[in-house]
């Protein structure tokens, strides 16, 4: 390729496949298909099949580089982990070959992708047979080099292959083709020696690459032709002593180009070069049955699926395995298609870290035998662990190792825990482990099998109801104020509505504010005497004592039940009482707790972990201020706990929410899915509440004060918020219907009013002054025989009345309190 690109001479390979071979040189030409054509055949089996991790396994050269960076890309983007990548020298050892496989096969995964030459694929699948790697369980992909000289290998190499996938480009059925097989059948069998060799040719034993080499030499043919190179060769034999190295030299880039504009159909298919490199094309799937292999599939690039045949011959696509499993036979004659992954072998157990607990040991309890030197775990979540892994369709056999120093105190934290299955120094953690976010960085968490939750327990006050500012408290601070508001509100339209119509609602301005404040108050106990003239303020009161009727019996409701029922009420009610206060908080040691209240906004130095029980209750007990806490701080099952042992004692304060206790494994782990998946099956059918009811039945219930007392029974503004906007909006309408009135009919007299050359506050004040006046045209006909009150001086409004005459026959003077006879004979008024 170097001295190529020097001498400008084109350098055609049919059999350098490696794509990391194109790059290097222009005038290098791959007429073969690049090894990175296979792997979306590749990655499409694997994902088929619903593989979550895979092996690569390549040789240490250019031939087995090449195709791994484009193998680890097409997997990433469906999401298939590569577990481990086999390095394997071209010259490698039987005892290399074998130690590599033991590495591999104490390994979870099961299914392994191999890009080695035929020489060194043979020698690995001789000793992979020999060591049990080609048995029931396991799934082998080979690429298109290995599978193309099946039928050069030997027999017993065959037969270790048995139930091996492999890629394969494929050659399409032709004419061209079948002829080109006739020819060379005849040209072997006249050669007796080839054909001891070859006694049973078929097209099968056509290589790829050999037909690749046909196409290249007819291509390079075509090129010359059109190069022209005779005319050309002649003209270079007459000027110079060199003719060959100067005329390939200047007709070298003539003749790259030529070769890369050739197109035709081949016997290999289409020959067509871009870039450098033959186009991709579609690849058969193909199975090692027997003396040879079987197509079970074909793979186009355009798809991104695979074209199973049906047995009628016709293609059709689909991704479904189940296609699969009647068309595959896997290693060990299996045609159950193998899980992807098995429990690692060789008698090894997975170790499974508990952790070592003082306090709350219901859940998970470490427990040690001195005299058998024996450790004993057991508990509520462990039984679930335990029941969880029971449900599994297949068995996995573990141990459950706790994580403890010699001395058997623990070794560490919940998230050190979480940190050793990350190192794999445990396969797996059970027991009162919560899923946190940072926890999964560096583990997978199975779905949860408990509730979740961080709640905090303070002690119980109960409510003083000796207080004199009890008969506040039935209603909120926001429910006071706003029916204030909504009493002044009300008793102001009605004194607007009334005022010019109704005598009652007239008098002095000092009159007229009590008047206000006192009607809607006095319709509290319906005590009001003032007789409504206006229909709007009919409408108004009659809305107004519906709203006062329901507030009425609310707070009666509510002070009763506060004055003859003690209620409990938690001491602390949020987290920003307790960190504005500066009060001491707990939490059990060890968990991810003091993280979270770090995060809230608690200091360090205010936060004090415990290990037992007691512990929490003693400082609970003694307070902030006396070296204690105020709250204690645990999840969900802890809290219940310490709840039905100091019945009474403490309640529920802050809480915030969690996702949960899971089991953890290994990032990529395949147990996770299965694990999962028994969980919500034992979670559907009642069983981990069975075990529940089972390991915590003999816990204490509180039969304490009830629980559903605790916290504020004030009513809330929100309860009246309807009523208060139906009011105000009948209120307001009703006051903005008769002030548009009061303009319309008098807006002759405003009109003036507003024309007069005074300024803008003498305006206002006129305005008011004829809002004063009464409104005459509003007074209800009065009966003729009706006695009208005269005031004592002969001001109308008195108790005293005129004897014997019609009011009819009285005129009342705009301008003064005297009261006129008219057409009265012979009697007289009081003037």
């Not at 469906?78 to 990548?85: A, C, D």
């Not at 004592?545 to 019996?553: A, E, G, K, P, Q």
Request: proline share 5%.
């Amino acid at each position: 390729m170097d001295l190529g690109g020097i001498a400008k001479v084109p350098v055609i390979s049919f059999s350098a496949t490696s794509p990391s071979l194109r790059p290097r040189s222009p005038y290098f030409v791959q007429t073969g298909l690049s090894d990175d054509a296979q792997v979306g055949a590749i990655a499409a089996i694997v994902e088929s099949f619903k593989w979550s991790q895979v092996v690569l396994i390549f040789e240490d050269s250019e031939f087995g580089y090449g195709i791994i960076p484009y193998l680890s890309n097409v997997f990433q983007e469906i999401n298939i982990r590569i577990s481990y990548k086999s390095l394997l020298p071209v010259s490698a050892s039987s005892d290399f070959l074998l130690k590599e496989l033991y590495k591999m096969m104490t390994m979870q995964t099961r299914v392994f992708v191999v890009q080695t030459s035929s020489d060194l694929g043979a020698r690995l699948f001789l000793k992979a047979k020999e060591i049990g790697m080609m048995n029931e369980g396991y799934a082998w992909i080979i690429t298109q080099t290995l599978m193309d000289v099946m039928y050069l290998m030997d027999s017993n190499v065959v037969e270790a292959m048995q139930g091996v996938i492999g890629v394969k480009p494929l050659i399409p059925k032709t004419k061209r083709l079948d002829t080109f097989e006739m020819r060379l059948k005849s040209k072997l069998m006249k050669d007796k020696t080839k054909t001891l060799d070859h006694p049973g040719f078929r097209q099968a034993d056509l290589s790829v690459f050999g037909l690749w080499a046909y196409d290249t030499l007819w291509a390079l043919a075509e090129a010359a032709e059109k190069v022209g190179r005779g005319r050309e060769a002649k003209e270079v034999l007459d000027s110079s002593s060199d003719p060959f190295a100067v005329g390939v030299s200047e007709s070298g880039p003539e003749l790259l180009q030529a070769i890369l504009g050739t197109r035709f159909e081949g016997i290999s298919g289409k020959f067509q070069l871009a870039d450098g490199k033959r186009e991709a094309s579609s690849f058969q799937i193909l199975n090692v049955v027997g003396n040879g292999e079987r197509e079970v599939a074909i793979w186009t690039p355009s798809s991104r699926g695979i074209n199973f045949k049906t047995n009628n011959g016709t293609n059709f696509y689909s991704s479904s395995r189940e296609i699969f499993k009647s068309s595959v036979i896997w290693p060990g004659g299996s045609t159950a298609v193998p899980r992807g992954w098995e429990v690692p072998v060789a008698g090894k157990k997975l170790r499974v870290g508990v952790p070592v607990k003082s306090g709350f040991t219901d859940f998970v309890r470490v427990e040690r035998d001195k005299e058998l030197n024996r450790t004993q775990v057991s508990g509520y979540y462990i039984d679930v662990f335990n029941s969880v892994m029971s449900a599994l369709q297949y068995s996995v056999r573990y141990e459950l190792v706790p994580f403890e120093k010699p001395d058997g105190s623990s070794a560490g934290t919940y998230n050190d825990l979480v940190y050793q299955v990350f190192l794999q120094n445990f396969d797996a953690a059970a027991g009162d482990i919560s899923i946190t976010a940072n926890r999964s960085k560096y583990a997978d968490f199975t779905l949860p099998f408990a509730e979740g939750g961080v709640f905090g327990i303070v002690p119980i006050a109960y409510e003083d109801v000796d207080n004199i500012w009890t008969f506040l408290k039935p209603l909120t601070k926001q429910l006071w104020l706003t029916s204030i508001v909504f009493f002044i509100f009300t008793g102001m339209a009605v004194w607007i509505l009334e005022h010019r119509v109704s005598s009652a609602f007239r008098g002095p301005p000092s009159q007229h504010v009590g008047m206000i404040l006192y009607f809607p108050f006095s319709t509290l106990v319906f005590a009001h005497r003032e007789r409504i003239v206006s229909n709007f303020a009919r409408l108004v009161v009659v809305v107004w004592m519906f709203v006062v009727l329901i507030l009425n019996s609310t707070y009666t409701a509510s002070l009763s039940s506060r004055l003859t029922v003690q209620r409990l009420k938690p001491a602390i009610k949020d987290v920003n009482q307790l960190i504005k206060n500066g009060d001491f908080v707990g939490c059990p040691e060890g968990s991810f707790i003091p993280d979270l209240l770090k995060e809230k906004g608690f200091q360090e130095s205010k936060i004090n972990t415990y290990k037992y029980p007691e512990d929490f209750h003693n400082a609970l007990s003694n307070g902030s201020n006396n070296g204690g806490i105020s709250a204690y701080f645990d999840g969900a099952p802890n809290t219940k706990i310490f709840l039905s042992k100091y019945c009474g004692k403490y309640t529920i304060g802050p809480s915030y929410r969690t996702d949960g206790f899971a089991f953890v494994f290994p990032r990529g782990s395949p147990l996770v899915a299965d694990v999962s998946r028994a969980v919500i099956e034992l979670t559907e059918n009642g069983r981990i509440l069975e075990i529940g009811n089972q390991g915590l039945g003999n816990e204490a219930t509180c039969t304490g004060p009830d629980s559903t007392r605790l916290g504020s029974t004030s009513v809330k503004l929100q309860c009246f918020k309807g009523l208060f906007a139906i009011t105000g909006g009948i209120t307001g309408s009703c006051l903005l219907v008769f002030l548009v009135n009061y303009v319309y009919q008098n807006r002759t007299c405003l009109q003036t009013i507003l024309d007069s050359k005074t300024t803008v506050w003498s305006k206002i004040v006129a305005i008011c002054r004829h809002f004063d006046e009464r409104d005459t045209c509003a007074d209800p006909p009065r009966d003729p025989k009706e006695k009208i009150p005269v005031a004592e001086g002969g001001e109308v409004g008195s108790s005293s009345y005129i004897s014997e005459v019609p009011a009819d026959l009285l005129r009342i003077s705009s301008n003064s309190s005297v009261v006129v006879p008219l057409n009265i004979e012979e009697q007289t008024v009081p003037v």
